[in-house]
């Protein structure tokens, strides 16, 4: 086996695919530090390609290549964990208080002033909290498919470098 036979796929972007699986809702810096990964992971995967299509998978520069790819692949799901694992603990730090500000607007007497605009914001503060839970699951949940997809593509390249 050569690094020829390595299946890589350039043709979807690296940067659409961790956007919609993992990278939207996150802060401008960590999603600009993984796009940044991103964006060397294509330009490596169209070098690779591009070499295996010109019959040099086996080459020193495509061995090369494929050091390179397998390296920044390890970055990018480094960083990948890392985000979600900040945005987990900054969404579930603290899940009582929404529930429970619901809680006592919902139970607060007749009368108490403002109840009706409270029982409003509190519900919406409760409504916005859990539609981040939602989305934080799911970016988990992506983030760990993807997490199981960039090792399985490293592993590929790493195993074609050492049988060469």
Known sequence: MSIS???????IRTRD???YLVADGL???QKSEIFQ??????????????????????SPQAQEVARKL???LHELK???????????????IDIVT???QFTEAALAPEGT??????FSDKAANLQHFSNRSVKTAKMVAAGRWFWIFLNSLKNNISIAEYII
């Open 70 to 72: 397998s390296q920044k």
């Open 98 to 100: 929404p529930l429970k």
């Open 113 to 118: 002033p403002n109840r009706d605009q409270s």
């Open 5 to 11: 036979n390595v299946v890589l796929e350039p043709r």
């Open 37 to 58: 990964l991103c964006d060397e992971v294509d330009i490596l995967s169209h070098q690779l390609a591009d070499l295996c299509g010109q019959g040099l998978g086996n």
């Open 17 to 19: 695919s961790i956007f």
């Open 78 to 92: 480094e960083k990948i964990n890392q985000a979600v694992v900040n945005r987990v603990v900054e969404d579930f």
């Open 27 to 29: 802060p401008g810096v």
